[in-house]
């Protein structure tokens, strides 16, 4: 143990000198100058700040504002129905939704990219016309998926007064209900996966209730059934079908 520490220290100290030789200069960050007079350097740093914060609350507008949500609960769904524990894996499953994601929003990013990213880029649009532009996209695909009655709880808390186009429904309250509609809409397809799952589980029960086989656990003998009813059936081909169609 003395040995390694004898090792490591002469690293230790080279680091600490080093970290010390850097803090000593004065450290130039280029582009981001809040406190100069330029009018266009202090737009583009709030440029980039604006981009990074958008970086940072990525995940959550693709999990919230997208049809993600339903795919990856679905998938879960039928996962947990096979009890196949981790086959496939998380890994599988994510990657699954996020390329469905992006191919069911294909259309819907197509308008942001038209109507909000490019102009902006162009410096045709200011940074609120531009999120005006890219919102309204989103609130038609949202819309359409969020049931009136999860959107008016969340008008009605906030006293929001009904609104007369989808334009001008407020972000706050049309993300949670189109979440809550995403969810309930998951689950009623989740419930239509598990029944054959189930029908199955109950007629191996009972046969080996029948036979006197109580201490053979059902779920051994019935995996292989509901995986080959899954394989005969193309599983995977009408879940994501029925996904598709869903949208």
Same mark, same amino acid.
């Given at each position: 143990?003395?040995?390694k ?36 350097g ?10 990074? @914060?958008? !970086?940072?609350? =990525?995940? *959550? &507008?693709?999990? /919230?504002?997208?049809? +993600? ?13 096979l ?19 992006f ?20 410096g045709k ?16 695909f949202?819309?359409?998926q ?21 334009t001008?429904?407020?972000? @706050?309250a !049309?993300?949670? =209900?189109? *979440? &809550?509609?995403? /969810?309930?809409?998951? +689950? ?21 209730m ?23 059936v ?5 879940i ?8």
């Open positions: 143990m003395f040995r520490l004898s090792i490591l220290t002469p690293l230790l100290l080279f680091g600490f000198i080093s970290i010390v030789h850097a803090t000593s200069t004065t450290p130039i960050i280029p582009g981001i100058d809040l406190g100069s007079n330029d009018p266009a202090v737009s583009n740093s709030l440029s980039i700040i604006l981009f990074i @914060t958008i !970086l940072s609350i =990525a995940p *959550a &507008i693709l999990v /919230l504002m997208t049809c +993600f949500t339903r795919i990856i609960v679905v998938l879960g769904f039928v996962r947990t129905a009890g196949t524990q981790q086959s496939p894996p998380n890994q599988v499953l994510i990657g699954l939704a996020l390329f469905l994601t191919f069911i929003m294909g259309p819907t990013f197509s308008q942001i990219n038209q109507n909000a990213f490019q102009p902006f880029m162009d649009m200011g940074q609120q016309e531009a999120f005006k532009a890219a919102a309204s996209p989103l609130k038609e949202m819309a359409k969020t049931r009136e009655k999860d959107l008016q709880i969340f008008l009605d808390y906030a006293k929001i007064k009904q609104p007369k186009n989808i001008d429904i407020p972000l @706050t !049309l993300v949670p =209900a189109y *979440a &809550i509609s995403e /969810l309930k809409s998951a +689950f009623q397809m989740g419930f239509m996966i598990f029944i054959p799952f189930l029908v199955i589980d109950m007629i191996v029960s009972s046969v080996l029948s036979m006197g086989m109580m201490m053979l656990p059902p779920v051994m003998i019935s995996l292989p059934f509901k995986i080959l009813l899954f394989i005969l193309d599983g995977w081909s009408l994501v079908k029925s996904l598709l169609m869903s949208f």
